[in-house]
């Protein structure tokens, strides 16, 4: 089993950066396919970005492609998602997810069986 602790959150104003942590300890960090999930009040928890094993293979939502990117520093036993140019649409709680598969369906929530317990990024306008 990995834990998960997200980090980073925060206010910040439209048009401003920020830059998520997910810090995991347990298992080998460097077996887990991670993933970053985020939830406004009242809608499903929607994919964000997601970083193979190795870190040599990235996937972005379209909403968030060209203005996010997603590393991981195996040697650290953390990923990161770099946040810029965020709008009041970014507005939600940021969760970082782990699978120890090889290959998930990546875009799925359920497909990650490790959450972290979240951290909230606020943009204003």
């Known amino acids: 089993q990995v834990q998960l602790v997200e980090s980073g959150g925060g206010l910040v104003q439209a048009g401003g950066s920020l830059r998520l942590s997910c810090a995991a300890s347990?298992?080998?960090?460097?077996?887990?396919?991670m993933g970053w999930f985020r939830q406004a009040p009242g809608k499903e928890r929607e994919f964000v970005a997601a970083i193979d094993r190795s870190g040599g293979n990235t996937y972005y939502a379209d909403s968030v492609k060209g203005r996010f990117t997603i590393s991981r520093d195996n040697a650290k036993s953390t990923v990161y998602l770099q946040m810029n140019s965020l709008t009041a649409e970014d507005t939600a709680v940021y969760y970082c997810?782990?699978?120890?598969?090889?290959?998930?369906?990546?875009?799925?929530?359920?497909?990650?069986?490790?959450w972290g317990q979240g951290t909230q990024v606020t943009v204003s306008s």
């Open positions: 347990g298992r080998t960090f460097s077996n887990y396919f």
């Open positions: 997810a782990a699978d120890s598969a090889t290959w998930i369906n990546y875009i799925s929530a359920s497909a990650y069986d490790y």
